[in-house]
């Protein structure tokens, strides 16, 4: 495991992930878990956790906005109907 992650890790069922350059986070959604796992990279690469949500199962495959709203798509076999929406605090 790479260094940066062997103290804290994202949930099970990772499918995807996305990295917003502009604010240095990283978005992961973990579909079995349904958690979305939010974590900033320092410029040495290093990744210190900033908050871990709960979205739904099957929520997958993150789409970030410029003000940090996540857009999760959902799997097939899910009973979800429409896309699932995290959005930042506040």
């Known amino acids: 495991m790479a260094p940066c992650c062997r103290k ?4 099970n069922g990772v ?10 986070l990283l978005y992961v959604g973990a579909a079995r878990a349904a958690t979305l796992t ?9 990744l210190t956790p900033v908050a871990q949500v709960p979205t739904h199962n099957g929520a997958r495959n993150g789409v970030v906005t410029k003000d940090g709203t996540v857009y999760l798509a959902h799997g097939g076999g899910v009973k979800l109907p429409a896309l699932v929406v995290v959005s930042p605090a506040k």
């Open 8 to 11: 804290w890790r994202p949930a």
């Open 15 to 24: 499918d995807d992930i996305h990295y917003e350059s502009a604010t240095h």
């Open 38 to 46: 939010i974590a900033r990279a320092d410029n040495a690469g290093k």
